[in-house]
């Protein structure tokens, strides 16, 4: 009788610690008819942030915010795309410190082959003429094009922004 007591014992107690881990939301109290056990409420999950859309210019602004030149931001126009595919929308930049009307794009693509097609526009640009040698960066949908003027260095923190603000 006493192992049977041990046993049935031993089952309700599995059978009260099993419940605790089901999926009832905060489950205080669970009665058995030997002993009353309490099972903690679960604790709220924390809210997060919300994901914030990253923009053309919420990237332009992490840019100024992280200490970057990215000057006077201007929407592209058919003229400013040059000779490369108008596809996406773009913010032109100015970097006053590379010299007068000299900065990058900022641009934003609706899908990875077009944002593709234009990365290597502008990389293929600058294997067939020093002259016309940028750098390019590209996360997500989002890509930045500076000048070849620039230093490697100083180009590799804009990187650093979009790799923080694009995830």
Known sequence: MKKQFILYSSIAALCLF????GSAPN???VQSSSTPTTVPATAPAKKEEPIKAVTLESLVQAFKDGGLEAETPTKMEAKDYGMAPKLGNGLRVL?????KDIGGRVLQFENKADLDNIKKY???LGKSSAMLYSFTYAKGLFLIQMSGDMKEDQFKKYQDVMDKLIK
């Open 18 to 21: 099993a419940s605790g881990c």
């Open 27 to 29: 489950q205080t109290n």
């Open 95 to 99: 970097v006053p410190s590379l010299g």
């Open 122 to 124: 502008y990389d293929e």
